[in-house]
């Protein structure tokens, strides 16, 4: 019987390839060989020009690993933002904390509508540490309370919703329903802490106990304390800083009901910051004043 499976070709009976061709007669060019030398020479050159760059002392992958995360930008720290209460409209007041330590409280906004400029400066510093673009030294806790009359300010008026000057509303040996300011008769409520804003503000500061309080108003070029624990020194920083006067009782006219003079009654070092008019970089001004606070905070 015949066999037809197929048999294995001979060598003598193969095809044979034409000299120079590649799998099913590609032609194979003549610089093929010397491709493969030449890439053999490159990566030769690589590995000795790499053996001597790596000379001890210098980094290697490890040490380039860890000078590319030095020079990374910082982590913006954390930052919590807690509702303290309400105004008489409903508006939040908003308290914005970072890092630990003795705590420094900045209000901005407790007279609003022509000293509104409060609340942009108390919150262009929040933004510069909660963004760290500045770095907060350790040991110390900023607070900040850009708007603490947010009706006023929402309104442009200096008062609240009622009609009250927060800054006359705070239980004081002095308070008085009939305040002044720059000469003018002014609402200092129906009571002590009778607005919701002054109320939660006074609750807030008087649980947290804050190493100092700086409330920033407009415009007088002063800084005014109360005279409990480092209030005088620390305003005295701020007052250098920014090149204004450090006075140790405002006598433009009478204060009633003040919440630097409520503060002193509860032991809590408190300062008056009055901007100065017609400065033109207020933040700026602001901004090395605080620093100059920290550093002495900072360094007990």
Do not use: C, K
């Amino acid at each position: 019987m015949h066999d037809f499976r197929p048999r294995p070709p001979t060598l003598a009976g193969r095809a044979r390839r034409p000299y120079g061709t590649i799998g099913r007669g590609a032609p194979r060019s003549r610089w093929y060989g010397w491709y493969w030398f030449a890439a053999a020479g490159v990566v030769a050159v690589l590995f000795v020009a790499a053996l001597a760059a790596f000379r001890p002392g210098q980094p290697g992958v490890a040490g380039v690993t860890a000078i590319i995360h030095d020079s990374a930008p910082a982590a913006a720290p954390i930052a919590t933002t807690a509702v303290i209460g309400h105004s008489l409209e409903g508006r939040p007041i908003e308290a914005t904390s970072i890092g630990a330590g003795a705590t420094l409280v900045l209000i901005g906004g407790l007279h609003a509508g022509p000293e509104a400029v409060s609340v942009d400066v108390v919150d262009d510093l929040r933004e510069d540490y909660v963004s760290g673009d500045r770095e907060l030294l350790g040991g110390v806790e900023l607070v900040f309370i850009p708007a603490a009359n947010p009706d006023g300010l929402a309104a442009g008026t200096r008062v609240n919703a009622a009609g009250v000057d927060l800054n006359r509303n705070w239980p004081t040996g002095d308070w008085s329903a009939e305040a002044i300011h720059t000469g003018e008769v002014v609402s200092g409520g129906t009571a002590p802490l009778s607005e919701p804003e002054t109320r939660a503000l006074h609750d807030y500061l008087v649980d947290l106990r804050p190493a100092l309080v700086l409330s920033v108003h407009g415009f007088g070029g002063v800084v005014d304390d109360n005279e409990v624990g480092r209030a005088s020194e620390l305003a005295a920083r701020w007052a250098e800083a920014a090149g204004f006067e450090h006075i140790e009782e405002w006598t433009e006219y009478e204060i009633s009901g003040q919440l630097i003079d409520a503060l002193a009654g509860e032991g809590i070092p408190a300062a008056d910051i009055e901007l100065a008019e017609g400065d033109t970089r207020p933040t700026a001004t602001a901004r090395e004043a605080l620093e100059a606070v920290l550093e002495a905070l900072a360094a007990r």
